[in-house]
């Protein structure tokens, strides 16, 4: 699981944005069995949502910030109501 994750959940701060939203970003996607990466913020309701598409390359990124938004996450059967994670 450490070495092959299918999901990674990143809770951001304030501090780290530049860095989780560049660096980060560019290495977690090149793990092949990753389908989902998503960066939480702390301070706002915002969920940035990258995920595999059916040919295998990334999608682009959802941004979910209405607290009636539902966060899919098909690799764990899932879907997560905004306001729950805030």
Same mark, same amino acid.
């Given at each position: $699981?450490?070495?092959?994750?299918?999901? $990674? @959940?990143? @809770? !951001?701060?304030?501090?780290t944005a530049a860095i989780d939203l560049n660096?980060?970003?560019? %290495?977690?996607? !090149?793990i092949p069995a990753l389908h989902h990466y998503l960066i939480v913020a702390q301070d706002v309701p %915002? $969920? *940035?949502?990258?995920? %595999? *598409?059916s040919d295998g390359e990334w999608g682009r990124p959802e941004v979910l910030d209405d607290l009636r938004d539902l966060v899919e996450v098909s690799e764990l059967g899932c879907e997560i109501p905004l306001a729950s994670v805030y």
């Open positions: $699981i450490l070495l092959n994750p299918r999901v $990674i @959940v990143e @809770v !951001q701060s304030p501090s660096v980060k970003t560019i %290495r977690y996607l !090149q %915002r $969920i *940035v949502h990258v995920s %595999r *598409v």
